[in-house]
């Protein structure tokens, strides 16, 4: 190796890290994004039918009987369908809604004024059909590094409007209806786009609430800011999150950084959450610094069927001097980590290792804590992870333990016969802690009201990339019924449709 890459690689190791690959990336898929087409067009359907169409009123010549004066008032909607859209993706740029066939029915009043003093009135029912109506979204990410959503190019048009008067002298309207009609089509088709548009701005604000800074306790909060502007392929819309765990307002690097992560080939699910080692270390390394991996560990917390206490009698048997200089006492452990524990994710299985020291003191007639001994531990655990409906929560299990003689108040002496003890008190009382804690969850990438349904987790590694350092991923694959409870909070995100098509000028 040349100085230089010995520079560069030191160099590297002393720069804060300011990688921007992601600790989390979520993919949305073609079938996430059918499953909110249909949700979203019958959601639009609803609002349209709501939509107050303003009055329309002018003048025609009508040979031989002059100048005609109408109005057409108090329309309403009395049937609309939306029977065939589509919600594709554009790679590179965004989405794609497509609405074709979209039909509306309207009831409404006519009057009608000519020859100065006669007036007419009746009822009409106009059919507007062969609507379409389409819009490209952007999808980009704003300054808070959250998801943003924004239309273009949008073109609606209609295709046949017809309209039956009834009533009075409703042979007059069919003289000039062509003229109306005209009218009708085009204040319909000028008022699509903008309440297209406002749809879609409408969906921003739920965009808004993701949770890009979630906290997990009073010690640490997790960012799931994107890192990149989210990526558009054609199955799919990937977003890559941070995911890194900081010190609540304290953001500082940790001496590693994200690895490349990418996804395998997707297939069925409608959502794909991948989730890097980078985030359980970067958890590792913020609750280290924090200094909270550490417990004391009394004789109260070992069940009272246990034959074995943690006094100097117990240790007595093993170390002579224990017993000799500190008989008749009580003892107390302080196990903690001497650096963050390393996560690594395997296929199936997630390991932590960690290394601590385990100090042993007596406790003193007069409650003083005299220290005994202090063993260098190197531990291994097995994690089981699940979802809990927006947390990922775990478990652990014991591996294996492996202890050295770290310093000794009370003379040389073997490590390997108290194996036994040490393992049994992390068993029934360290673990137990820490599944206490994980239990209780961390908080994923979420925007509110969305709920997760269904969830499959996996752990894959997955290939190392050569021009890479070697890296590992977490793999969630968010089933079917994902989005369900959304639908009835009338929240969710990706869906204009799920959003008030409000604005004072209607149709
Ligand atoms: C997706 O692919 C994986 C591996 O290729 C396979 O095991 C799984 O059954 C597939 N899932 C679906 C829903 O097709
Ligand atoms: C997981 O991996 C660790 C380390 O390689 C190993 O000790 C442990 O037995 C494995 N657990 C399972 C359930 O495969
Ligand atoms: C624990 O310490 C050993 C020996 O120093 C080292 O090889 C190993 O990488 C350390 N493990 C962790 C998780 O830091
Ligand atoms: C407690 O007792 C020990 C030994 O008898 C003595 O060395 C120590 O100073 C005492 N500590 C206090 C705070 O009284
Ligand atoms: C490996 O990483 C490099 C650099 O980030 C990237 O260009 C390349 O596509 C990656 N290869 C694979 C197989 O992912």
Avoid at 181 to 198: F, G, K, M, T
Avoid at 215 to 235: F, G, H, M, R
Wanted: proline share 5%; hydrophobic share 40%.
């Amino acid at each position: 190796m040349s100085l230089w890459c010995v520079t560069v690689a030191l160099l590297g190791l002393l720069t804060p890290a300011l990688s921007t690959d992601p600790g989390v990336i979520v993919q949305l898929t073609q079938q996430g994004l059918e499953y909110g087409r249909q949700i979203g067009i019958a959601s639009l359907q609803q609002k349209l039918n709501s939509i107050k169409i303003p009055d329309i009123s002018g003048s025609e010549d009508v040979s031989p009987i002059g100048k005609v004066e109408y109005s057409l008032s108090q329309m309403h909607i009395t049937n609309l369908g939306l029977p065939a859209s589509s919600l594709g993706l554009v790679p590179g740029s965004g989405l794609s809604l497509s609405i074709s066939d979209a039909f509306i029915s309207l009831n409404g009043h006519w009057h009608v004024k000519y020859l100065k003093f006669i007036k007419d009135s009746g009822s009409f029912d106009l059919t507007v059909s062969g609507l379409t109506i389409s819009v490209t979204m952007g999808v980009n990410s704003d300054e808070t590094g959250r998801p943003t959503v924004s239309s273009s190019n949008c073109a609606a048009s209609v295709g046949h409007v017809s309209i039956e008067f009834h009533g009075g002298a409703s042979w007059l309207y069919n003289l000039f209806s062509s003229f109306i009609e005209n009218a009708l089509r085009s204040a319909i088709q000028n008022q699509i786009c903008p309440l297209v548009h406002d749809a879609i701005s409408d969906i921003n604000p739920h965009l808004k609430t993701m949770n890009v800074l979630a906290q997990v306790d009073k010690y640490a909060e997790i960012e799931y800011s994107l890192v990149t502007s989210p990526v558009v392929s054609n199955t799919f819309i990937q977003f890559s999150l941070k995911g890194e765990f900081y010190k609540i307002g304290q953001h500082q690097e940790p001496p590693f950084s994200a690895p490349p992560f990418s996804l395998p080939q997707t297939n069925g699910s409608m959502l794909y959450l991948g989730l890097s080692s980078f985030i359980a270390n970067s958890a590792g390394f913020v609750y280290h610094n924090a200094g909270v991996l550490g417990l004391y560990v009394t004789d109260d917390m070992i069940p009272s069927s246990s034959p074995l206490r943690l006094n100097t009698k117990t240790f007595g048997a093993f170390i002579p001097e224990i017993a000799k200089r500190f008989p008749n006492m009580m003892m107390k452990l302080l196990v903690k980590t001497l650096e963050p524990p390393r996560i690594t994710f395997e296929p199936n299985n997630v390991t932590l290792q960690a290394n601590g020291t385990v100090t042993a003191y007596a406790i003193l007639p007069n409650n003083t804590l005299e220290a005994l001994f202090i063993l260098n531990l190197e531990a291994s655990v097995s994690a089981e992870l699940h979802v809990s409906g927006l947390n990922i929560a775990g478990s652990v299990t014991l591996n294996r333990i492996s202890m050295t003689l770290g310093t000794s108040y009370v003379g040389q002496f073997q490590v390997m016969p108290l194996n036994n003890i040490f393992t049994m008190i992390l068993k029934v009382v360290v673990i137990p802690k820490v599944n206490e804690k994980l239990q209780q969850g961390y908080p994923l990438p979420a925007i509110s009201h969305m709920n997760l349904v269904n969830t499959q987790l996996k752990v894959l590694k997955v290939k190392r990339n050569k021009s890479k350092k070697g890296y590992q991923q977490a793999l969630l694959v968010l089933n079917k019924n994902y989005i369900q409870e959304v639908v009835t909070l009338n929240g969710f995100w990706l869906w204009i449709y799920a959003t008030d098509l409000r604005g004072n000028d209607t149709l």
